[in-house]
């Protein structure tokens, strides 16, 4: 699990992170205040935009509108 610490929102946020052997197949998460954001996945990586994800090669990419404040993100 990653912890984000937003001072202002971002629209289209993209981040690339290492892909854990125990969520591998398995969908990220992205939890804000508590409250899940949905993402639906994308075929590659040029298809990302906000609300979706791609994993390949160990690791997953994910595109969402960051809130300001803390965000999880699990992968």
Do not use: K, Y
Not at 19 to 32: C, F, L, N, R, Y
Not at 35 to 60: F, I, K, N, Y
């Amino acid at each position: 699990m990653w912890t984000l610490q937003a001072p202002f929102a971002c629209p289209d946020f993209t981040l690339t992170l290492p892909q854990t052997a125990s969520a591998a197949g398995g969908e990220p998460m992205i939890v804000h205040q508590g409250q899940p954001l949905e993402l639906q996945p994308a075929s590659a990586v040029t298809q990302l935009v906000s609300g979706r994800w791609h994993a390949g090669d160990g690791t997953v990419t994910v595109c969402f509108a960051l809130p300001r404040g803390v965000t999880e993100v699990r992968v």
